[in-house]
């Protein structure tokens, strides 16, 4: 296993694609600080708060599933998994070092440009606050953007297709989870949709009342999410054959 995360980490850290995807990724943390900062309007006023961090990654959230998608399934088609099976003794090795590579990679992305929206922040007319609540806000939404990596990466081994792992989740995210929310008869179970479970969870952490206070179906949705997903991912990653 120590090898397998030596080789993907040695493999992400030098293609050209990661550089890119490092520069969008982190700028779409910092970047929207510096444009309100530049187009500050006075009858907005207000510091920056987490609130306006978690617009910052919600960019970073789409840009996510995006690398995660691609860079998995881009990999596969090139060949990657063939080295993989013919230079490693078991098969799981390899996804399980793609996805650990992928995750670490996702989270210092984050935490760097979050690290660098707070100092832009500093130079905001307002100012900047940030309570308890708000670095928990942004500690759930790096989990929630780790959990939809994982379901990119899955779909990634399993359909062979970047269309598809970028495709489905964002589909999902942001057309068929907003359509379901307008039909009354499905809002009972909306609670238990993925995406809207994950808003739900970042709700919470910044309200008033307890955080574990209606947040379980939110983490049992989010959890089982990553566990099926995964799953469905080795299974696929150490059943198929790679492609021809």
Same mark, same amino acid.
């Given at each position: 296993?120590?090898?397998?995360?030596?080789?993907? #980490?040695?493999?992400?850290?030098?293609?050209?694609?990661?550089?890119?995807?490092?520069?969008?990724?982190?700028?779409?943390?910092?970047?929207? #600080?510096?444009?309100?900062?530049?187009?500050?309007? =006075?009858?907005?006023?207000?510091?920056?708060?987490?609130?306006?961090?978690?617009?910052?990654?919600? #960019?970073?959230?789409?840009?996510?599933?995006?690398?995660?998608?691609?860079?998995?399934?881009?990999?596969?088609?090139?060949?990657?998994?063939? =080295?993989?099976?013919?230079?490693?003794?078991?098969? !799981?090795t390899s996804f399980a070092a793609q996805l650990l590579a992928t995750?670490?990679?996702?989270?210092?992305?984050?935490?760097?440009?979050?690290?660098?929206?707070?100092?832009?922040?500093?130079?905001?007319?307002?100012?900047? =606050?940030?309570?308890?609540?708000?670095?928990?806000?942004?500690?759930?939404?790096?989990? =929630?953007?780790?959990? !939809?990596?994982v379901v990119a990466m899955s779909l990634a081994v399993l359909t062979?297709?970047?269309?598809?792992?970028?495709?489905?989740?964002?589909?999902?995210?942001?057309?068929?989870?907003?359509?379901?929310?307008?039909?009354?008869?499905?809002?009972?179970?909306?609670? !238990?949709?993925?995406?809207?479970?994950?808003?739900?969870?970042?709700?919470?952490?910044?309200?008033?009342?307890?955080?574990?206070?209606?947040?379980?179906?939110?983490?049992?949705?989010?959890?089982?999410l990553a566990s099926m997903f995964s799953a469905v991912g080795f299974?696929?990653?150490?059943?198929?054959?790679?492609?021809?």
């Amino acid at each position: 296993m120590y090898h397998s995360l030596r080789a993907e #980490i040695v493999r992400l850290w030098t293609l050209r694609s990661t550089a890119v995807h490092s520069a969008l990724l982190i700028g779409s943390c910092f970047g929207p #600080i510096i444009l309100m900062t530049f187009l500050y309007d =006075i009858e907005y006023q207000g510091p920056i708060d987490a609130g306006d961090l978690g617009k910052c990654a919600s #960019i970073f959230h789409m840009l996510a599933v995006v690398f995660a998608g691609a860079s998995t399934a881009t990999e596969i088609r090139n060949g990657s998994t063939e =080295i993989s099976f013919l230079t490693q003794r078991r098969r !799981w090795t390899s996804f399980a070092a793609q996805l650990l590579a992928t995750s670490s990679f996702l989270s210092l992305t984050y935490v760097i440009g979050m690290a660098l929206a707070l100092v832009a922040a500093q130079f905001y007319p307002d100012g900047l =606050i940030m309570s308890a609540k708000g670095w928990g806000y942004l500690g759930v939404y790096l989990s =929630i953007i780790l959990v !939809w990596g994982v379901v990119a990466m899955s779909l990634a081994v399993l359909t062979r297709s970047v269309a598809a792992a970028i495709a489905v989740p964002l589909v999902w995210m942001l057309l068929l989870e907003q359509l379901m929310s307008m039909v009354p008869m499905l809002a009972p179970v909306m609670g !238990w949709m993925p995406f809207s479970a994950g808003m739900e969870l970042l709700g919470r952490v910044l309200a008033e009342s307890p955080v574990a206070a209606g947040s379980v179906p939110a983490v049992v949705v989010l959890s089982g999410l990553a566990s099926m997903f995964s799953a469905v991912g080795f299974l696929c990653h150490t059943r198929r054959d790679v492609p021809g």
